[in-house]
């Protein structure tokens, strides 16, 4: 793929539609390859679009990974840690 996209949209539960909420062409990260890092902002349904610039399909490798949340800051004395 020549120039690849990556979107994130989540399904609005109320309309019933897929809203855009993040949308990525090109990362200084990697050169012309997209790249979005993101905390999920709220429970619900999410889909990940990936096409190239123009809306056109071909070959791409496609890699994802999760983590829980993050955790309760420390609270201990004077100081407090994360």
Do not use: C, K
């Amino acid at each position: 793929m020549p120039d690849p996209y990556l979107g994130i949209l989540y399904l609005d539960e109320t309309s019933q539609t897929l809203q855009p909420l993040f949308e990525q062409d090109n990362s200084s990260l990697f050169g012309s390859e997209p790249y979005i890092q993101f905390r999920v902002p709220f429970t619900g349904t999410y889909f990940i679009a990936v096409t190239d610039a123009t809306g056109g399909i071909g070959d791409y490798t496609f890699g994802f990974s999760a983590s829980g949340p993050a955790p309760a800051p420390f609270i201990g004395g004077d100081s407090v840690f994360s």
